[in-house]
């Protein structure tokens, strides 16, 4: 996972409400083995009509995703965060986010930033008439902001979540700190025991 600190991009308004995780990503996609991919498969049924937000060019290439409350409800699936960081988003602002979606999140390198609903209306409301407008979270100093919003909010993440978003530690990343410490553990087993062939 690599290291967030400071995420400046434009928005795109998802001026919906109550997004859970299979319109995220439907199940059809769930049958992928790869972590890679999901992108095309965002919002997929939304994206079948042209009036949807993604279907409009004036918000490509944008890196933050600025949606309604509850989102990310229901199942629990991290396709749902692949397909976002797939696409492209490093960042969702919400005022709520489901709870297993938030911490899958947090451990894909997806910032979830929980904002009260009257910034994201803010929000929303000058990302449709400026989709050129730029946000900034900073994820050191647990700031979300837009200039042209008139916008500056502190926004919460526990401690251990902030730490490893700015080390880029995923689980593997966790475990792999102790690396010597599991390697002496591995040396000094019994023979006849399990054990994994070395690389």
Known sequence: MEKITKITGRGVPLERSDVDTDQI?????????ERTGFGAGLFQEWREDPSFVLNDDAYAGASILVA????????????????LVDYGFKA???????????NNS??????????????????QAVLKENPAAQITVDVEELRLSCAAAVVEVEFPMNEFTRYRLIEGLDDIGLSLRYASDIDDYESAR????????KA
Do not use: C, Q
């Open 25 to 33: 990503i439907p199940s059809d996609w769930l049958k992928r083995v």
């Open 68 to 83: 309604g409350p509850n989102f990310g409800t229901g199942s629990s699936r991290e396709h749902a965060v692949w397909a």
């Open 92 to 102: 969702v602002v919400s005022p709520k986010f489901g709870d297993i979606f938030y």
């Open 106 to 123: 947090t451990k894909a390198g997806l910032v979830p930033v929980v904002a009260p609903l009257e910034v994201v209306n803010a929000l």
């Open 190 to 197: 019994m023979p006849w025991l399990p054990s994994l062939p």
